[in-house]
């Protein structure tokens, strides 16, 4: 069949954002499917400088840009696509219209796809829009809830046109039903890249051998600077202790990061990031640091780097808020450690040192958690909206 994936991040992008959207494209086109993609424009520092040979693959599919950068505007960038998605519609014909989100102006594709061209569409939510809710006081600040008045209506409007809304955790399609009163929610999660980390490369010079290392792959503070500023003071404090301790941020700098250093006293000089690297790189640095650390204050969610932690088998910390899934989940593990204050994980990575704690589980599960089985379940999704047509 002929699918249009809408993807604003999509090789050669160097957003973690793409991770999903391209394994479940190279799995598409594994099985035969035909794929065109509409994608932002990228300026040179922002695409990947060493590509996979899977994300030259997505390459070389028939791909359309729309000029895009941190300056536009929602309706503006929304108004950009829809008018390179009705020149392309007006042109061809699709089987399915694939619409990945956040960013979230390309939501208003899915109300044109049906009712303009009459085209199957499903909506893949990797992060909730209206309903994301990290912290309640700004949630509820009045800015903020002008804005989720502004887009409410447009998100209702475009899920009410759905064939399917796809997202990635039980929480998350809670929310979604109940405040749309829909049941054509479904949940199908993320994993690790286990098509990539069929032909992974070797780390030849692990430089940290000597050191004690704590690592982040992938977000560090974006979700809440406020605890990573308690977590950077627990690694002042655990330093007197441990003296090689290194604390190694696998992926793009963050300001919160850098913030949260600062505002805690700890020693830069213990601070390495690493900037954008090849997923396989990333998964080989870290399948050689002593434990790995997730900071997120999210109710419901499960990010994507969470199933690269479950296949490294490293000893794993949570830090942030009780009652959370991510709470639930990591605590589950003989190897996973919960902690909702700096004195819980001071405690934590004083056991995982003195213990020497080295695995997350002792079961051979990681199969479970691969992209590949979350992506066979797409296509069955795929595949059974477009034989209903």
Not at 18 to 35: A, C, K
Not at 258 to 283: C, E, H, L, V
Not at 369 to 387: A, F, G, H, P, T
Request: charged fraction near 25%; hydrophobic fraction near 35%; aromatic fraction near 12%.
């Amino acid at each position: 069949m002929r699918i249009l994936v809408i993807s604003p991040f999509f090789p050669p992008s160097a957003n973690v954002a793409i991770m999903r959207i391209s394994s479940l494209t190279n799995h598409l086109i594994s099985n035969g499917h035909d794929v065109t993609v509409v994608r932002n424009e990228y300026d040179n520092d922002k695409r990947i400088s060493t590509l996979s040979d899977s994300d030259e693959r997505l390459l070389n599919l028939r791909t359309y840009t729309v000029p895009m950068d941190e300056k536009v505007r929602y309706f503006e960038a929304s108004n950009r696509y829809k008018k390179v998605f009705r020149e392309l519609m007006n042109k061809e014909e699709f089987d399915l219209v694939l619409i990945t989100a956040g960013p979230f102006y390309t939501i208003p594709l899915c109300d044109i796809a049906k009712n303009e061209y009459d085209t199957k569409c499903i909506i893949d939510y990797r992060d909730l829009w209206i309903f994301d809710l990290r912290n309640k006081i700004d949630f509820l600040k009045p800015v903020n809830l002008t804005k989720k008045a502004l887009y409410y209506p447009i998100e209702r409007k475009n899920i009410s046109c759905a064939d399917a809304v796809v997202t990635v955790t039980q929480s998350w399609s809670n929310i979604l039903k109940k405040v749309y009163r829909t049941d054509n929610i479904h949940i199908i999660t993320n994993g690790y890249d286990d098509h990539q980390l069929k032909s992974k490369n070797e780390v030849i010079n692990y430089e940290f051998d000597n050191k004690f290392v704590i690592a982040a792959f992938g977000k560090l503070a974006y979700y809440s600077e406020e605890y990573a500023t308690r977590f950077f003071e627990a690694m002042k404090i655990l330093s007197k202790n441990i003296p090689n301790l290194l604390v190694l941020h696998i992926g793009l700098p963050e300001e919160e990061t850098y913030s949260a250093i600062r505002n805690s006293g700890f020693d830069n000089n213990r601070y390495i990031n690493t900037g954008f690297i090849n997923y396989k790189d990333g998964i080989q640095l870290l399948s050689n640091v002593d434990l790995s650390i997730i900071i997120d204050v999210r109710k419901g969610a499960m990010g994507t780097k969470l199933y690269d932690y479950i296949y490294v088998n490293k000893p794993l910390i949570y830090f942030g808020k009780r009652k959370t899934y991510l709470d639930y989940f990591i605590n589950e593990f003989i190897g996973g450690f919960s902690c909702y204050r700096k004195s819980d994980v001071i405690n934590a990575v004083t056991k995982i040192n003195e213990n020497k704690i080295s695995n997350l589980t002792n079961h051979n599960e990681l199969e479970n958690y691969s992209r590949s089985r979350q992506n066979k379940k797409y296509i069955n999704l795929i595949e059974s909206l477009v034989n209903l047509k």
